[in-house]
């Protein structure tokens, strides 16, 4: 919202109307721009009201049925394993009376939402590894509480630097307009969250094939990813879970490497000629500074990998554009300032009460 690109507007209340309002306008000024989603609560929005959406905007996205089956991670693994894909053993649990069937999966394992949930997402992390079947009972048990949807699978054996990701766009689901394969240098938090920084993988070229069969298998349009993990006892890769409908965080990767996703998305919905994608000799890695120093911070040496020669992209600062993380340093120091004056007043009553 800072960047010095781009007309701003913020909204209040549903987003669907907010787009209808800003649609209505954008059509009488004789313009139907092309609409890029980010977020999965956004994307099921759009997709629930696609046919009220359409007049106002352009925008691609799989047929309802396919969206909500790929959106929940239960369903995306039961598709999976009817196509044969490599999957994590999977367990699915929505009560308490489910956890028998945890003993079935070998820890440690991975705990985490059938999908997103705000309500989830305030009281608990992205994911969490557990050491044994009663750790992962503890927890489901907590998070029942609040969500009644959670998955458990076993472990793939590897650190954050052997997830692998593969981005594209699908114009037909007969096949990708283009793709990207990345790989993760650290998450933040390790092992359970999201891309803190990240780089090409030339060593994934062949991670494109299986991508594309699965979303045109299941009749994927749009913007669509597939993450994976490559076990290191066995050298597999196997599927951990797909987006669809929105960018990834960690898209500018593809884009600084030479292969502009969201470009060939808007030339494509636009019907201009597409952009010329070609992997850029220069080695870009994408990082998110603060993400990437906590997890440098936190993890240890074993996640580690040999970088080749790269140029170091920053997510947010740039020359020609500070603004948005200039404002992110700001907030920083305010909140530093902000527990530095509450620890002063805790030892000032302290202080009082003992007479000081």
């Not at 609409?35 to 905007?57: K, Y």
């Not at 790929?70 to 995306?76: A, E, G, N, Q, V």
């Not at 094939?209 to 076990?231: N, Q, W």
Request: glycine share 6%.
């Amino acid at each position: 919202m800072h960047s010095r690109h781009g007309k701003k507007l913020t909204y209040q209340g549903n987003i669907v109307d907010a787009l209808v309002e800003l649609g209505r306008c954008q059509i009488a000024d004789g313009m139907r721009p092309v609409l890029f989603l980010t977020q999965e609560r956004v994307v099921s929005e759009v997709s629930t009201h696609r046919e009220l959406l359409a007049p106002f905007f352009r925008f691609s996205l799989p047929a309802s049925p396919v969206l909500d089956q790929l959106l929940h991670k239960d369903t995306f693994h039961s598709i999976a394993e009817k196509m044969g894909a490599p999957i994590p053993k999977t367990e699915h649990v929505t009560a308490c009376s489910d956890l028998g069937c945890l003993d079935r999966l070998m820890p440690p394992l991975i705990v985490k939402p059938s999908f997103h949930d705000s309500v989830y997402e305030q009281a608990f992390r992205k994911a969490y590894k557990v050491e044994s079947v009663r750790d992962a009972e503890v927890l489901v048990k907590d998070i029942l509480q609040v969500m009644p949807d959670v998955v458990v699978q076993e472990w793939i054996d590897g650190n954050d630097s052997d997830i692998y990701f593969c981005l594209q766009y699908l114009r037909h689901s007969d096949g990708p307009v283009t793709s990207f394969v990345g790989r993760k240098i650290r998450s933040w938090p390790p092992v359970v969250g999201g891309t803190a920084s990240c780089m090409r993988a030339m060593d994934g070229l062949a991670l494109i094939e299986p991508t594309t069969r699965f979303f045109c298998h299941t009749g994927v349009i749009g913007l669509a990813s597939m993450e994976y993990k490559k076990d290191r006892r066995t050298g597999r890769f196997v599927m951990i879970e797909p987006t669809v409908g929105r960018t990834d965080y960690q898209e500018e990767v593809a884009t600084l490497n030479g292969i502009n996703i969201p470009l060939a998305s808007y030339c494509s919905e636009l019907g201009l000629p597409l952009p010329v994608s070609n992997h850029s000799s220069q080695m870009y890695v994408w990082r998110d500074r603060e993400a990437d120093r906590n997890s440098a911070l936190q993890d240890n040496a074993a996640n580690h990998i040999t970088l080749p020669p790269a140029r170091v992209v920053d997510a947010l600062w740039r020359f020609s554009d500070p603004m948005p993380a200039a404002r992110k340093w700001v907030r920083r120091i305010g909140s530093r300032v902000e527990r530095l004056s509450s620890q002063i007043v805790r030892v000032n009553r302290s202080a009082k009460r003992i007479g000081l």
